[in-house]
């Protein structure tokens, strides 16, 4: 990439690990999906522009995260860095592909722009709700391997 | 008795991959089926149960979106994400790749035979639908590519009886189109549905056009005398909307099957559900009224793809979803 769209943007702090508590550890207690977990599994996907990770950009938090495990429902909202991002798709791809890896089949799983944050959401949201487009997107290899290298673990979280 | 759907069979048909559609035979005793795996499975019953009978491989280097039956049972024709389509000829019990179309930019996403067997129509991501002649010798020829939608073209359809044919698009419209002069053009665009329209269906005497979109609803269209005497319109045919349904899908609803026999209205909804809507007799044909007659709303562990009614065999439904799986189900009306 020559050029970067957003050569300086605002780095935010990684969140510490999750707090262990004795419940789960008990192999016993009925232990659902919670928004922590969820966060978890998306807070170090790569930027694609930046060597950053989408929790340092602030582009995923966890109160965006909504999980209904019982109802099988997992909500992400996720937040362009710039109005005028042209990796928008990209990112939520990359969201919605780490998920849908992570998570049982049974997750209904919906990435959208968090409201008002991005100039063309409704096209961006309509796309990646779209599983028919999102199937042909990866069976197209080089967008895949685009969408593999985002969520490749640079480091640790 | 009640009314209600029960299951005959289950059959774990693409196994790790995700089941796109099913089609059965004009003579309701195969069902044909495709997935993200590349292949195309063909089952017949035996016994009491259904087996697969062949596997279609190395047609396509991509998903099987669609297939479809030539009315004459003897063809198949299977759209692809590898921007083609290929025609499939029976021989004997099994089928041989004959031919295949190119000329898409894209991804293929549906296929479609007239009613006279003597004309296909595909569609595809690229925006445009095609239509190809078929000669005696096999040959086909591309006699016009329509580009009435502005976006990603999901399916088309031809009326029962008629040369006319109808798509559907993200562009959230239904587009109707007829030839003229040799050429084909869209006749009607039907503007309604909030979002993507991913099927239709016709009814059995093509005077009546189900659509089921992302914006969880299905809507019936009747085609009307068009009252208005000015000639810039009069080539124009006019289909209005006449009832909505919505409250009954909890997300996307993929596809639509209005049974040719009893017509009875079949759903496949991304909420994991299928359900079945029968229409109130008495009412008013041109304010009709559906009633959910039967749901199962867990039919498939992931959301259904696609609901195809038997042609033959009055209340029998199959059934697909993205856990790989095909389900044959009896619908079973009330006493």
């Known amino acids: 990439m020559s050029q970067l769209e957003n050569a300086n943007p605002v780095i935010f702090q990684r969140s510490g690990d999750r707090l262990l508590t004795s419940n789960d550890e008990d192999e016993d207690v009925h232990d659902p999906i919670d928004d922590r977990e969820i966060f978890d599994l998306i807070r170090a996907i790569n930027d694609p522009e930046h060597p950053l990770s989408l929790e340092e950009l602030n582009v995923v938090e966890q109160v965006r995260v909504q999980v209904n495990d019982e109802e099988s429902i997992v909500g992400i909202e996720f937040t362009p860095t710039i109005p005028h991002c042209s990796m928008a798709t990209l990112i939520g791809l990359s969201i919605k592909v780490k998920l849908l890896r992570s998570l049982p089949d049974r997750f209904k799983i919906d990435v959208h722009i968090t409201p008002g944050t991005h100039a063309s959401e409704e096209a961006v949201n309509k796309q990646l709700a779209d599983k028919e487009r999102v199937a042909a997107a990866l069976e197209n290899s080089s967008l895949l391997e685009v969408v593999n290298q985002c969520l490749t673990p640079t480091r640790g979280i | ?125 690229d925006k445009s639908v095609w239509v190809w002649e078929v000669d005696e010798d096999d040959e086909y020829e591309c006699v016009t590519v329509v580009n009435s939608h502005t976006q990603d073209v999901k399916n088309i359809v031809w009326h029962p009886t ?5 798509s559907a698009s993200y562009d959230n419209n239904v587009c109707i189109y007829k030839e003229e002069d040799d050429d084909w053009e869209c006749r009607a665009t039907l503007q309604g549905h909030t979002s993507t329209v991913w099927s239709l269906a016709f009814d059995a005497t093509g005077q009546r056009l189900a659509s089921c979109s992302d914006d969880r609803t299905v809507k019936i269209w009747k085609e009307s005398p068009n009252e208005s005497g000015q000639a810039s319109t009069q080539r124009d045919l006019l289909w209005k909307c006449v009832c909505t349904l919505s409250g009954y899908h909890g997300r996307t609803v993929y596809d639509i099957s209005w049974c040719r026999l009893t017509g009875a209205l079949a759903t496949a909804c991304g909420d994991d559900a299928v359900r079945v809507f029968k229409e109130d007799e008495t009412a008013d044909p041109d304010q009709p009224v559906f009633s959910l ?10 959301d259904v793809n696609c609901v195809a009614w038997n042609p033959k065999e009055a209340g029998l439904l199959a059934s697909c979803s993205d856990d790989g799986g095909i389900s044959i189900w009896r619908f079973q009306e009330e006493d």
């Open chain 2, 1 to 125: 008795m009640k009314a209600g759907l029960s299951p005959v069979q289950t059959l774990n048909a693409h196994p790790d991959s995700r089941c796109w559609f099913v089609g059965w035979s004009p003579s309701g005793t195969l069902l044909a089926s495709c997935g993200g795996d590349k292949a195309i499975r063909i089952w017949g019953r035996e016994g009491d149960s259904w087996i697969c009978k062949s596997v279609l491989q190395d047609g396509h280097q991509r998903t099987v979106r669609r297939v479809a039956w030539s009315p004459c049972g003897n063809y198949l024709a299977s759209a692809s994400f590898d921007a083609t389509t290929c025609i499939w000829k029976k021989k004997n019990d099994d089928f041989e790749s004959l031919t295949v179309l190119e000329g898409h930019e894209n991804e293929v996403k549906s296929v479609a035979w007239a009613p006279s067997g003597n004309l296909l129509a595909t569609c595809s991501r």
């Open chain 2, 293 to 302: 007659a039967a749901q199962v709303t867990r039919a498939h562990s992931q």
């Open chain 2, 162 to 166: 008629q040369e006319l044919l109808a």
